[in-house]
Nanobody, 118 residues
Framework: QVQLVESGGGLVQAGGSLRLSCAAS????????MGWYRQAPGKQRELVAT???????NYADSMQDRFTISRDGAKNTAYLQINSLKPEDTAVYYC????????????WGQGTQVTVSS
């Protein structure tokens, strides 16, 4: 498995922005898919966005406007930029990696809390 460490969460007012980081323990270009999920209190974990080894991005339908996934190969880090934050964005955000070291392997980070106040 790859080790994933998230950071960048915190308390922010509605309308603000955050950039979450996910540092991987291996070359991120050796990972088939990296992504972000989130889990709000009392709700199931849901997909936010993914990025493939080739750079193709995919977003959940409701998150295409305010969320941007990116990566920096030199830092082995993936990012999630969230703009115009809303209270309903409050959740634990988890980094995800699939396909390293084998295609079926999935790894999760410990999560970072994002709290948006109204």
């Amino acid at each position: 498995q790859v080790q994933l460490v998230e950071s960048g969460g915190g308390l922010v007012q509605a309308g603000g922005s955050l950039r979450l980081s996910c540092a991987a323990s291996t070359n991120i270009f050796s990972i088939n898919v990296m992504g972000w999920y989130r889990q709000a209190p009392g709700k199931q974990r849901e997909l936010v966005a993914t990025i493939t080894r080739d750079g193709m991005r995919n977003y959940a339908d409701s998150m295409q406007d305010r969320f941007t996934i990116s990566r920096d190969g030199a830092k082995n880090t993936a990012y999630l930029q969230i703009n115009s934050l809303k209270p309903e964005d409050t959740a634990v955000y988890y980094c995800y990696a699939r396909g390293y070291p084998s295609p079926a392997t999935a790894s999760w980070g410990q999560g970072t809390q994002v709290t948006v106040s109204s």
